[in-house]
């Protein structure tokens, strides 16, 4: 049974940081690529990034570009969003996926999903 957890968010001041963590198990780690997802509220859920199955490759919605970092650990089963200079339209719920093989910007794309971890930006 494959199960994606996410850890790691909470309350962070406009301007701060915070790093979440997606635990996965019941898979082969390093077979997934791993995305990012978040949905505000009232909105629909949209991509954050992306990386490769072994982390040489990532890419970024331009609305966190440059701001957000994702990185993985393979032996750790881990995956990782490393937010800074957060701003107040950040705030959401943060989900991570998981994909056999390839990167993808799109949900359907992505075979598995943890329940996510809200992320609250104070201004």
């Known amino acids: 049974q494959v199960q994606l957890v996410e850890s790691g968010g909470g309350l962070v001041p406009a301007g701060g940081s915070l790093r979440l963590s997606c635990a996965a198990s019941?898979?082969?780690?390093?077979?997934?690529?791993m995305g990012w997802f978040r949905q505000a509220p009232g909105k629909e859920r949209e991509f954050v990034g992306t990386?490769?199955?072994?982390?040489?490759?990532?890419n970024y919605a331009d609305s966190v570009k440059d701001r957000f970092s994702i990185s993985r650990d393979n032996a750790k089963n881990t995956a990782y969003l490393q937010m800074s200079t957060v701003k107040s339209e950040d705030t959401a719920v943060y989900y991570c996926?998981?994909?056999?093989?390839?990167?993808?910007?799109?949900?359907?794309?992505?075979?598995?999903w943890g329940q996510g971890t809200q992320v609250t930006v104070s201004s």
């Open positions: 019941g898979l082969i780690f390093s077979n997934y690529a």
């Open positions: 990386i490769s199955t072994y982390g040489r490759n990532t």
């Open positions: 996926a998981a994909r056999p093989s390839t990167r993808a910007t799109t949900e359907s794309q992505y075979r598995y």
